[in-house]
């Protein structure tokens, strides 16, 4: 294996668990549920491990919120979520 292949590995090895760290962080609940294919996705990408947790951690915590119970705004909309209901 040559050392620039070496270095990638290491670059991206200290990538994913910045990652890790930062977004079990962020939402605790991901403890060892990483989605890596993800995580492969914003490394990919050029991203800042940090900045890609925060992103995933903020949308795993919008998607697991209580669900909305919608009110009707007379429009079809919810108050609350904006939602068309
Ligand atoms: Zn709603």
Same mark, same amino acid.
């Given at each position: 294996?040559?050392? /620039? %292949? =070496?270095? $990638?590995?290491?670059? /991206?090895? /200290?990538?994913? &668990? +910045?990652?890790?760290?930062?977004? %079990?962080?962020? *939402?605790?609940?991901? &403890?060892? $549920? %990483? =989605?890596? #294919?993800? &995580?492969?996705?914003?490394?990919?990408? @050029?991203? #800042? +491990? $940090?900045?890609?947790?925060?992103?995933? +951690? !903020?949308?795993?915590?919008?998607?697991? $919120?209580? /669900? *909305? !119970?919608?009110? =009707? #705004? @007379?429009? @079809?909309? *919810?108050? =609350? *979520? #904006?939602?068309?209901?």
């Amino acid at each position: 294996m040559s050392k /620039r %292949v =070496d270095t $990638k590995i290491i670059a /991206r090895s /200290r990538w994913y &668990a +910045a990652y890790e760290a930062a977004l %079990v962080a962020e *939402c605790p609940r991901l &403890a060892g $549920k %990483v =989605d890596w #294919d993800t &995580a492969n996705y914003f490394f990919h990408l @050029g991203r #800042d +491990a $940090k900045e890609a947790a925060t992103l995933i +951690a !903020r949308r795993f915590n919008e998607e697991h $919120k209580p /669900r *909305c !119970r919608h009110r =009707d #705004d @007379g429009r @079809g909309r *919810c108050i =609350d *979520c #904006d939602e068309f209901i």
